[in-house]
Nanobody, 116 residues
Framework: QVQLVESGGGLVQPGGSLRLSCAAS????????MKWYRQAPGKERRLVAT????????NYADSVKGRFTISRDNAENTVYLQMNSLKPEDTAVYYC?????????WGKGTLVTVSS
């Protein structure tokens, strides 16, 4: 069965950096697009970044362009989100996502809090 497990969240000061990881299992990771979403309190879940199966193409929400970088290591079945120059507005639960065999899969999420 498909499993996605996020890690790396925590408390960080504005301007700081954090790297999130998502460990995947239960499917051929290297054949699928992976995405990061985030959900702030009281708001809907929003797409943050997308990466193609081979890592050759990446897309970002306008709000994080130039600050966040998505990457993946298919040998380790892991997708990453490097977050730099963090702002309080980045505070949210971050979720790893993939669409596999007609089902949208999500991890449990990891909380990122940007505050001084």
């Amino acid at each position: 069965q498909v499993q996605l497990v996020e890690s790396g969240g925590g408390l960080v000061q504005p301007g700081g950096s954090l790297r999130l990881s998502c460990a995947a299992s239960g499917f051929i990771f290297g054949s699928y697009v992976m995405k990061w979403y985030r959900q702030a309190p009281g708001k809907e879940r929003r797409l943050v970044a997308t990466i193609t199966s081979d890592g050759g193409r990446k897309n970002y929400a306008d709000s994080v362009k130039g600050r966040f970088t998505i990457s993946r290591d298919n040998a380790e079945n892991t997708v990453y989100l490097q977050m730099n120059s963090l702002k309080p507005e980045d505070t949210a639960v971050y979720y790893c996502n993939t669409y596999y065999s007609g089902i949208n899969y999500w991890g449990k999420g990891t909380l990122v809090t940007v505050s001084s």
